[in-house]
C-alpha cells in the first residue's frame, strides 16, 4: 500500500521557520506595555517638575515683594498673602485650612539685618492618581510633598 504524503518532513520544518505571519503582531504585544508605562513615567516627571519649578517661582516673587515693604509686620503679612494669591492665580488652593498648600512667612534678622523668609509646602498632584491598579482600583500615588524656601533682605521702601 502506498501512501500519499502531501508534505515531506523536510519541507513542513522548512515551511515553519520561515512563516513569520504574526510574529510582528506578538512582538508588538510584548512590548506595548513598556512603551505605555516609559509615557507615562515620561508625562509624570514633566509634571513634577513643572509643579516644582511653580512652586519655586512663587516662593522666590513673594519673598521679593514681602522685601520691598516698610515695616518688618507687613513683610510677613505681605508676603504670604502674595504667596497664597499667586499660587491660588495658578490654580492651586493655598487658603488657611485647605491642606493642599501651606504657606509659611517670618523674620530672620542676621548680622545686623533684617530678612523675610517664605516657605510654601505643597502636596504634589500626581498625573498617575487617576489609573485603578489591580483588580482593587490601588492607587500608585505616594504622597509627595514640594517645598521651597527663599529668604531676601528687606530694603523697605
Request: proline share 3%; net charge positive.
Amino acid at each position: 500500500m502506498r501512501t500519499l504524503h502531501r508534505f515531506s518532513r523536510r519541507s513542513l520544518l522548512g515551511r515553519t521557520r520561515r512563516d513569520r505571519r504574526g510574529a510582528a503582531a506578538a512582538e508588538f504585544a510584548l512590548t506595548l506595555p513598556i512603551y505605555i508605562l516609559l509615557l507615562l513615567g515620561t508625562l509624570e516627571y514633566g509634571n513634577f517638575l513643572t509643579q516644582l519649578a511653580m512652586v519655586y517661582q512663587v516662593t522666590g516673587d513673594a519673598a521679593r515683594y514681602g522685601s520691598q515693604q516698610a515695616t518688618l509686620g507687613e513683610a510677613t503679612t505681605e508676603s504670604a498673602n502674595a504667596a497664597r494669591q499667586l499660587m491660588s492665580d495658578l490654580g492651586f488652593d493655598c487658603d488657611v485650612g485647605s491642606g493642599g498648600c501651606t504657606v509659611s512667612s517670618r523674620i530672620i534678622q542676621e548680622g545686623g539685618i533684617d530678612y523675610v523668609e517664605v516657605s510654601v509646602d505643597k502636596n504634589y498632584d500626581q498625573l498617575t492618581n487617576a489609573i485603578p491598579v489591580g483588580k482593587h482600583g490601588w492607587s500608585v500615588a505616594l504622597p509627595t510633598v514640594l517645598r521651597a524656601r527663599a529668604v531676601y533682605p528687606i530694603t523697605g521702601t
